[in-house]
């Protein structure tokens, strides 16, 4: 069964240090999200790609986040300067563009700033 | 703002026994409620949805029911299972421009006992 690919799966870092993510969705899925889980909540969007058009990032803090997906197909986003609060589960997310209500998740990334 | 509230951080269940899930929300524009299952060390699944216009949706041991007056949403899980223990998220999704944009409930913590 196909599943979504995250990298890597832990990543301890000081804080003002920058840290990247990876993920690569479900082969087919037009639809990615970025997602930020804090210990005891829900995941929270933080950024929702078509394709590779960014089409919601109305909930990501763009003076230390961004994300890009150049072709369409894997993301990556990058935290620069990583601050002590960012330290959380993030779990990136893809869709089927005719059932865009339902997604899948990957593993997650678990991030740690000291 | 919660939009998606779950006001129980945790339930335990008898094996065998029917599980409840609540989920509260606010907004009276979402088109679709889902049932999301996440174990420790894993991604969320999705485990079962509802569409707006429709108050019951039923899948093997999962149903989920939705009360629109009363902006509640249950999932009922008949009978009971140890591998059923993880923590339930319910979501709301609504569409953009983009497909759909879900917002995540806290989560409920759910114990099987065997």
């Known amino acids: 069964e196909a599943e979504v690919a995250q990298s890597p799966r832990y990543k301890i870092t000081e804080k003002s240090q920058a840290v990247a993510f990876w993920c690569d969705p479900i082969s087919g899925h037009a639809t990615l999200y970025w997602y930020r889980q804090i210990l005891g909540q829900g995941p929270e969007l933080l950024v929702q790609f078509q394709d590779e058009s960014v089409v919601d990032d109305s909930q990501l803090p763009k003076d230390r986040f961004s994300a890009e997906r150049l072709k369409g197909v894997d993301s990556t986003l990058k935290i620069q300067p990583a601050e002590l609060g960012d330290s959380a589960m993030y779990l990136c997310?893809?869709?089927?563009?005719?059932?865009?209500?339902?997604?899948?998740f990957g593993p997650g990334t678990r991030l740690l700033v000291l | 703002d919660q939009q998606v509230k779950q006001n129980s951080p945790s339930l335990s269940v008898q094996e065998g026994r029917i599980s409840i899930l609540n989920c509260d929300y606010t907004?009276?524009?979402?088109?679709?409620f889902l049932w999301y299952k996440k174990y420790p060390a894993e991604g969320p699944t999705f485990l079962i949805s509802i569409s707006s216009i429709k108050d019951k949706n039923e899948d093997g041991r999962f149903t989920v029911f939705l009360n629109k007056s009363a902006k509640h949403l249950s999932l009922h899980i008949v009978p009971s299972q140890p591998g059923d223990s993880a923590v339930y998220f319910c979501?709301?999704?609504?569409?953009?421009?983009?497909?759909?944009?879900?917002?995540f409930g806290a989560g409920t913590r759910l114990f099987v006992k065997a």
């Open positions: 979501a709301a999704a609504a569409v953009n421009t983009g497909g759909f944009k879900t917002i």
């Open positions: 997310a893809s869709s089927f563009l005719g059932r865009q209500e339902t997604q899948y």
């Open positions: 907004n009276s524009m979402f088109d679709y």
